[in-house]
């Protein structure tokens, strides 16, 4: 390409010497307040933003990152997704000279005279700006916006933020030549239309590679970067070619154009089309669901173009031992399921800190139904029961060896009488709490839910981490609401920690490209049941499992859990912990078939947890430990009401594994992704969801 420094030179001295004038002197003032008022004070907070600015010498070799890399626990690459069409460096001399010129006119027509700051554009900016009463320009360089787009993307624009930028923009220049410059910025920069960097850009809109733009498609792209989110919309079309024309009109007046060449480029239709990429049959295929989900929490916290921009690195909880035998295991256990049962799904949470060690939403093929069962809701039938007992032996009303009636039960509803029924059609007369709940005696939960109150209940489930609606009727302690696995599996982890609650769990922190933090988690423990009342319960769902409705579900280490069926074994749950992991199962079936009496949660998902725990228990050489347990030995004393638990109690991780310390440094960003604990998906008539990357 010529030399392009001779002929955008031509620079009047007299406007120069103006401008630098008043420039020198508004500088002046403005170091004179600083000097008077504290500017100690910013210069240390100017230097605090250059400290996270890593050694520039990496881009001498930069390449392009766009893809989303997603990690497991110990920080072993998962999968890596692509985000769409191709990101690559541009060398300077490829190119076209009219892009050149366009970018110039449109963004910073001294760039090759400054040396990182332009005083003229500085000056201009603050005209304009003066008179509009607005901000209308904002007076940045090419190498400012490079900076900017490299290294302060995602921090609040402040004045201490654009000093730290143009300081960076003078490093800049110091290390890369003008034409290395333009080459990172054109290759960095966001064209609207998930398109970042020239070669997307020019692939996006006219489907040709940006070393054969002509002069209109480069007045057009040019012109864009100004508002691309905006100007890039198809819907915006006839504002970009406007903007398209005030482009064109200042390369002429720059004489970079001719008038006759403006003319004919103004006149010439652009032909809009897109290049057709070819395609991965998968945009990933190691572990599905998860990377699904993960996925679709990243999108609900990190725009598309934020995204694009980043090429994140994402750090999860995923065990892929436990995520692979999770996977396995469905896809054997389906194959052997009764009739009627036709998906299942798991999740395997640390009972620790609720950390999800492994999400399988399906026991099918990932690319015929996408459809994640374990974050959608499905009846919670029986499992919800021990959290009505949790209410009742935090209410002071009962203890695991208080009596219970089953006995039949009718009430009157707006349908007429409500008569529900034992699973055996049998009544046992006066009980004791622990045999209600470990045989799962409808009639007794019922009786229970009345004493204590439906309200009551809800509380306990929600304090507990279920956060699906629960229907405020007698029919709740049946389990007529829906739950999804995963917040299932997250409440049962509470009652593992003894009363302590924090929401499930996967990304530990995402960084950029270049090995930035820009989100960092850590869970927040809380405590909301009383660790005496839990282990009560906990102690009888080891019976649930030694003698019970889960005797399936028996591992060779201390096993808690409960079954779940819900009405014509639509839906059947076993959820159940080990002193280390916490696991929810879950079958569902055709509503319009009657499974018949031996599909329930005890007889099929049972045998589900327990192949899985062996499984990965063989595979991870785990310490049996303890579970927390504690049987109620006073039954002689009359028993005193618990007193009110606060919900917002923080506990230290340290409770939890007093192994725990926190890896967080100064310095580090501490974001939270946004919480997506249910998909947003719809399934489709096909099930099929379209994972596009530009929207």
Same mark, same amino acid.
């Given at each position: 390409?010529? /030399? *392009?420094?001779?002929?955008?030179?031509?620079?009047?001295?007299?406007?120069?010497?103006?401008?630098?004038?008043?420039?020198?002197?508004?500088?002046?003032?403005v170091?004179?307040?600083?000097?008077?008022?504290?500017g100690?004070?910013?210069?240390?907070?100017?230097v605090?933003?250059l400290?996270?600015i890593? /050694?520039?010498?990496?881009l001498?070799?930069?390449?392009?990152?766009?893809?989303?890399a997603?990690? @497991?626990k110990?920080?072993?690459l998962?999968?890596?997704?692509?985000?769409?069409?191709?990101?690559?460096v541009i #060398?300077?001399? /490829?190119?076209?000279r009219?892009?050149?010129?366009?970018?110039?006119?449109?963004?910073?027509?001294?760039?090759?005279?400054?040396h990182?700051v332009?005083?003229?554009?500085i000056?201009?900016a603050?005209?304009?700006?003066?008179?509009?009463m607005?901000?209308?320009?904002?007076?940045?360089?090419?190498?400012?916006?490079?900076?900017?787009?490299?290294?302060?993307?995602d921090?609040?624009?402040?004045g201490?933020?654009?000093?730290?930028?143009?300081?960076?923009a003078?490093?800049?220049?110091?290390?890369?030549?003008?034409?290395?410059i333009?080459?990172?910025?054109?290759?960095?920069?966001?064209?609207?239309?998930?398109?970042?960097?020239? $070669?997307?850009?020019?692939q996006?809109?006219?489907?040709?590679?940006?070393?054969?733009?002509?002069?209109q498609?480069s007045?057009?792209?040019?012109g864009?970067?100004?508002?691309?989110?905006?100007?890039?919309?198809?819907?915006?079309r006839?504002?970009?070619?406007?903007?398209?024309?005030?482009? *064109?009109?200042?390369?002429?007046?720059?004489?970079?154009?001719?008038?006759?060449?403006?003319?004919?480029?103004?006149? =010439?239709?652009?032909?809009?089309r897109?290049a057709?990429?070819?395609?991965?049959?998968?945009?990933? =295929?190691?572990?599905?669901? %998860?990377?699904?989900?993960?996925?679709?929490?990243?999108?609900?916290s990190?725009?598309e173009?934020?995204?694009?921009?980043?090429?994140?690195?994402?750090?999860? &909880?995923?065990?892929p031992?436990?995520?692979?035998? #999770?996977?396995?295991? *469905?896809?054997?256990?389906?194959?052997?399921a009764?009739?009627?049962?036709?998906?299942?799904a798991?999740?395997?949470l640390?009972?620790? /800190?609720?950390?999800i060690r492994a999400?399988?939403?399906?026991?099918?093929?990932?690319?015929?139904?996408?459809?994640?069962?374990?974050?959608?809701?499905?009846?919670?039938?029986?499992?919800i029961k021990?959290?009505i007992?949790?209410?009742? %032996?935090?209410?002071?009303?009962?203890?695991?060896?208080s009596?219970?009636? @089953?006995a039949? %039960?009718?009430m009157?509803d707006q349908?007429?009488?409500?008569?529900?029924?034992?699973?055996?059609?049998?009544? !046992?007369?006066?009980?004791?709490v622990?045999?209600?709940?470990?045989?799962?005696?409808n009639?007794?939960?019922?009786?229970?839910t009345?004493?204590?109150?439906?309200?009551?209940?809800?509380?306990?489930?929600?304090?507990?981490?279920?956060?699906?609606?629960?229907s405020?009727?007698?029919?709740?302690?049946l389990?007529?609401?829906?739950?999804?696995?995963?917040? !299932?599996?997250g409440?049962?982890?509470? !009652?593992?920690?003894?009363?302590?609650?924090?929401?499930?769990?996967t990304?530990?922190?995402?960084?950029?490209?270049r090995?930035k933090?820009?989100?960092?988690?850590?869970?927040?423990?809380?405590?909301?049941?009383?660790?005496?009342q839990?282990?009560?319960?906990?102690?009888i769902?080891?019976?649930?499992?030694?003698r019970?409705?889960?005797?399936l579900?028996?591992?060779?280490?201390?096993?808690?859990?409960?079954?779940?069926?819900? @009405?014509?074994?639509?839906?059947?749950?076993?959820?159940? %912990?080990?002193?280390?992991?916490?696991?929810?199962?879950?079958?569902?079936?055709?509503?319009?078939?009657?499974?018949?009496?031996?599909?329930?949660?005890?007889?099929?998902?049972?045998?589900?947890?327990r192949?899985?725990?062996?499984?990965?228990?063989?595979?991870?050489?785990?310490? $049996?430990g303890?579970?927390?347990?504690?049987?109620?030995?006073?039954?002689?004393?009359?028993?005193?009401?618990v007193?009110?638990?606060s919900?917002?109690?923080?506990?230290p *991780?340290?409770?939890?594994?007093p192994?725990?310390?926190?890896?967080? &440094?100064?310095?580090?960003?501490?974001?939270?992704?946004?919480?997506?604990?249910?998909?947003q998906a719809?399934?489709?008539?096909?099930?099929?969801t379209?994972?596009?990357w530009?929207?």
């Amino acid at each position: 390409m010529p /030399d *392009l420094r001779q002929m955008t030179g031509k620079t009047h001295a007299r406007d120069v010497f103006k401008a630098l004038f008043s420039l020198t002197k508004a500088i002046l003032q403005v170091v004179l307040v600083f000097g008077t008022l504290g500017g100690t004070v910013v210069s240390l907070l100017v230097v605090q933003e250059l400290v996270k600015i890593p /050694d520039l010498s990496y881009l001498k070799n930069y390449k392009p990152v766009d893809s989303i890399a997603i990690y @497991d626990k110990d920080d072993q690459l998962i999968e890596s997704v692509d985000a769409g069409l191709p990101r690559t460096v541009i #060398a300077y001399k /490829d190119l076209p000279r009219v892009l050149v010129l366009a970018l110039m006119a449109a963004e910073d027509k001294h760039f090759f005279e400054h040396h990182g700051v332009s005083p003229q554009g500085i000056l201009r900016a603050v005209l304009a700006n003066a008179k509009a009463m607005q901000m209308k320009e904002g007076g940045s360089t090419i190498t400012q916006q490079l900076a900017k787009n490299l290294f302060f993307l995602d921090v609040k624009r402040t004045g201490i933020v654009k000093i730290a930028e143009m300081i960076v923009a003078n490093r800049l220049e110091d290390k890369f030549s003008k034409e290395e410059i333009l080459s990172l910025y054109l290759t960095e920069i966001y064209f609207g239309e998930g398109a970042r960097g020239i $070669e997307q850009a020019a692939q996006t809109y006219f489907g040709k590679s940006a070393n054969a733009l002509n002069l209109q498609e480069s007045a057009f792209l040019a012109g864009i970067i100004r508002s691309p989110s905006y100007l890039g919309q198809k819907s915006h079309r006839k504002a970009a070619i406007e903007r398209q024309r005030q482009v *064109l009109q200042a390369m002429q007046e720059s004489n970079y154009i001719t008038m006759e060449a403006m003319m004919r480029a103004e006149a =010439t239709p652009l032909e809009f089309r897109r290049a057709r990429v070819k395609e991965k049959a998968y945009p990933f =295929t190691k572990f599905p669901y %998860f990377t699904s989900y993960v996925l679709e929490q990243v999108r609900g916290s990190f725009s598309e173009h934020a995204i694009g921009l980043n090429g994140l690195k994402i750090y999860t &909880t995923l065990d892929p031992v436990a995520q692979t035998l #999770a996977e396995k295991t *469905l896809a054997q256990e389906i194959r052997r399921a009764p009739l009627g049962i036709e998906e299942e799904a798991l999740v395997a949470l640390s009972t620790k /800190d609720s950390a999800i060690r492994a999400l399988v939403g399906g026991a099918h093929d990932f690319w015929q139904n996408q459809w994640n069962c374990a974050v959608n809701p499905h009846t919670a039938g029986s499992s919800i029961k021990p959290f009505i007992y949790l209410t009742a %032996f935090m209410a002071g009303i009962m203890t695991p060896e208080s009596t219970v009636l @089953d006995a039949p %039960f009718e009430m009157e509803d707006q349908g007429g009488k409500w008569t529900p029924k034992n699973f055996d059609g049998k009544y !046992l007369g006066n009980i004791t709490v622990r045999d209600a709940l470990m045989q799962s005696r409808n009639m007794c939960t019922i009786r229970v839910t009345e004493q204590v109150g439906i309200k009551s209940v809800i509380s306990t489930l929600d304090a507990a981490g279920i956060k699906s609606k629960m229907s405020p009727t007698l029919a709740l302690a049946l389990g007529s609401s829906a739950v999804t696995p995963l917040e !299932l599996a997250g409440a049962y982890a509470t !009652l593992a920690r003894g009363g302590l609650a924090t929401p499930p769990w996967t990304i530990r922190r995402i960084e950029d490209a270049r090995g930035k933090i820009i989100s960092y988690y850590q869970p927040s423990i809380c405590r909301v049941f009383p660790q005496e009342q839990v282990t009560w319960l906990t102690d009888i769902l080891q019976d649930v499992v030694a003698r019970g409705t889960g005797t399936l579900a028996r591992l060779d280490r201390p096993t808690a859990g409960k079954t779940g069926t819900a @009405d014509k074994a639509k839906d059947i749950w076993f959820v159940g %912990f080990t002193p280390d992991m916490v696991t929810c199962v879950w079958g569902g079936g055709d509503e319009k078939k009657d499974l018949g009496r031996n599909v329930t949660g005890g007889t099929v998902m049972a045998r589900v947890f327990r192949n899985f725990n062996e499984r990965f228990y063989q595979a991870v050489k785990t310490p $049996e430990g303890e579970l927390l347990t504690s049987r109620y030995n006073d039954l002689d004393k009359p028993h005193e009401a618990v007193k009110p638990i606060s919900h917002s109690n923080d506990v230290p *991780l340290s409770e939890i594994d007093p192994s725990y310390t926190s890896t967080q &440094t100064a310095g580090q960003y501490q974001a939270r992704p946004r919480a997506a604990a249910h998909s947003q998906a719809v399934r489709s008539q096909k099930g099929i969801t379209e994972y596009k990357w530009e929207e």
